[in-house]
T-cell receptor, first 112, second 115 residues
Framework: AQSVAQPEDQVNVAEGNPLTVKCTYS??????LFWYVQYPNRGLQFLLK??????LVKGSYGFEAEFNKSQTSFHLKKPSALVSDSALYFC??????????FGKGTKLSVKP | DTGVSQDPRHKITKRGQNVTFRCDPI?????LYWYRQTLGQGPEFLTY????????KSRLLSDRFSAERPKGSFSTLEIQRTEQGDSAMYLC?????????????FGPGTRLLVL
């Protein structure tokens, strides 16, 4: 069965510092991996995805993610965090029916 | 290009009542998905449509849940005889095509509270 895991419930970062939100996956076959962000009482916004090719994927709002096949990881990164980046971040893998299988989410808190 | 819309945004109902939620996908998107999100969890897949055909029903949480997409455009999700455990955020998403590599675009969700 396909799954993703987000090992951290919360990540705290100071504004201006780099941030990393971790995700590991378990997939049979080629993984299709996604990151979404959710602001309070809102739906999910797509940030980026990995399908194939370059292991470093660039997305919206300055975010990027690094696909690492040997470590089965797809960590989300940003070189310099903003207070406005504070939100809930979800990693997901594309399922066989085209549905998304989500992790439990990581709350990112960026303090000024 | 308007995004995915959902109506209502909030619904409060009493246990035992029926509720219906509507989702309007991005125009010309063939795939439409429903998810449920409870507090502290990621969204959980419920069902999906390819045009008007419902291709997966087994993930619906019980026979009290049903969904339709009669003309291949908007969709409705109905919960009959609601229970307190049905309280959650119900999310709709659409994509232009099917497949695990396709990006899904989500609506703002309908938050249901069952008293």
């Amino acid at each position: 069965a396909q799954s993703v895991a987000q090992p951290e419930d919360q990540v705290n970062v100071a504004e201006g510092n780099p941030l990393t939100v971790k995700c590991t996956y378990s997939v049979s076959g080629n993984p299709y991996l996604f990151w979404y962000v959710q602001y309070p009482n809102r739906g999910l916004q797509f940030l980026l995805k990995y399908i194939t090719g370059d292991n470093l994927v660039k997305g919206s709002y300055g975010f990027e993610a690094e696909f690492n096949k040997s470590q089965t990881s797809f960590h989300l990164k940003k070189p310099s965090a903003l207070v406005s980046d504070s939100a809930l971040y979800f990693c997901a893998v594309g399922g066989s029916q085209g549905n998304l299988i989500f992790g439990k989410g990581t709350k990112l808190s960026v303090k000024p | 290009d308007t995004g995915v819309s959902q109506d209502p945004r909030h619904k409060i109902t009493k246990r035992g009542q029926n509720v219906t939620f509507r989702c309007d996908p991005i125009s010309e998107h063939n795939r439409l998905y429903w998810y449920r999100q409870t507090l502290g969890q990621g969204p959980e897949f419920l069902t999906y449509f390819q045009n008007e055909a419902q291709l997966e029903k087994s993930r619906l949480l019980s026979d009290r849940f049903s969904a339709e997409r009669p003309k291949g455009s908007f969709s409705t999700l109905e919960i009959q005889r609601t229970e307190q455990g049905d309280s959650a955020m119900y999310l709709c998403a659409s994509s232009s095509r099917g497949g695990p590599e396709e990006t899904q675009y989500f609506g703002p969700g309908t938050r249901l509270l069952v008293l």
